[in-house]
């Protein structure tokens, strides 16, 4: 029970989980928000066209909720006029709802309906199948919730919770490196116990959700870049291009670890003994290494230096001809993920969010 509450929090610690949490919080507030002013204030018929509005314009920054609401209200504005024309002409029933959708489907594969195109027929759906009144004031009413709906969004998204999203980006980063340093611990301590195919395996499978992982940092980085755009709270810009740069980084380093586990894997396949001047050595190494990368501010420049002399100890060694190969590749991946590492350490965005 401790190590799922101890998962839980971790998960929802995590920056892309909160970020997300947050966008739930903002879409709630907006359509509660919006619901009440258009029903309960206002007591506009039709009234959900205001939440349901509200919930297709709130996004994660102030640009894409204008940039992207604006469709959302096209659309929206579109079905509600297609269904009171269709009404006006073919009078509430079957026939006129197929007609009207059909029309709506095709509305949405052209200009710039495209990408909000079932919005168009699914507020046809929701009007001529719940509308009561079909004179020309039920169309200005249902005009007027949606137009509500896109206010409250905006106030909720630009007033109430529209963060500059360079903070989270940069936590989502250390977050990374952590998670990095955690598997080559878990790797140097697997190799000291004697991993198995699967043990080694899993180590490759950590990687693919560290680039999962990596995969949400992306769009964090261009939501910071985004949440300067039209905020009011804004301060200044963000360092976009260079968070961009240290994620790069992290997807080379991210690759370089990948290299490691499958080698070690296949080494494990094919039964292979280390020969103990590399084996006691490195895994030490790796172990180290993996305990400074889970600390952002922790120095890991000076290892290259013992990965040097490693390297150049066993150049003097009698070692096993055939695996000079593994050892070689090992000792240079572990050499570029130091580089790496130091880089993304020494950035200014991580020093920043640091307070180094």
């Known amino acids: 029970m401790n190590s799922r509450r101890a998962a839980l929090v971790g998960w929802l610690r995590r920056p892309d989980v909160q970020s997300d949490l947050l966008q739930v919080v903002k ?7 919006a619901w009440i002013l258009a029903d309960a204030v206002l007591g506009l018929h039709q009234a959900f066209l205001a939440p349901w509005t509200a919930l297709l314009t709130v996004h994660a920054t102030v640009y894409r909720t204008v940039s992207r609401g604006t469709q959302a209200v096209l659309a929206t504005s579109a079905g509600v006029a297609l269904a009171f024309l269709a009404v006006q002409v073919g009078g509430q029933g079957v026939v006129t709802l197929a007609v009207a959708l059909l029309v709506a489907l095709l509305l949405a594969r052209v200009g710039v309906l495209r990408q909000e195109g079932l919005t168009v027929a699914t507020t046809v759906l929701f009007v001529i199948t719940t509308a ?3 004179g020309v004031g039920s169309l200005a009413d249902r005009l007027a919730a949606t137009a509500l709906g896109v206010v409250v969004a905006l106030l909720v998204n630009a007033a109430v919770a529209a963060p500059l999203g360079g903070e989270t980006a940069r936590r989502h980063i250390e977050d990374l490196d952590r998670g990095l340093g955690r598997l080559l611990q878990e790797m140097a301590d697997g190799l000291r116990e004697g991993a198995d195919d699967e043990r080694t395996w899993g180590w490759v499978d950590r990687t693919r959700t560290l680039d999962r992982r990596l995969e949400s940092a992306w ?7 985004e ?21 790069e980084r992290l997807e080379e380093g991210i690759a370089q670890v990948r290299g490691m586990a499958r080698l070690i894997h296949e080494s494990t396949q094919q039964a292979e003994d280390w020969d103990p001047a590399f084996r006691d050595v490195w895994v030490d190494l790796l172990d180290e290494l993996g305990r400074r990368v889970a600390v952002p501010e922790a120095d890991v420049r000076a290892l290259r230096g013992d990965v040097d002399d490693l390297a150049a100890r066993l150049s003097d060694a009698d070692l096993a001809a055939e695996r000079w190969p593994l050892y070689g590749a090992l000792i240079e991946m572990t050499r570029v993920v130091i580089d790496i590492v130091d880089d993304v350490a020494t950035s200014s965005v991580v020093r920043e969010g640091s307070g180094a």
């Open 219 to 225: 769009r964090l980085v261009y939501e910071a870049q």
């Open 227 to 247: 949440s300067t755009w039209g905020n009011p709270r804004r301060r200044r810009a963000k360092d976009s291009q260079e968070l961009s740069r240290v994620l």
């Open 132 to 134: 009561s009144e079909t």
């Open 27 to 33: 879409s709630v507030v907006a359509a509660v928000a």
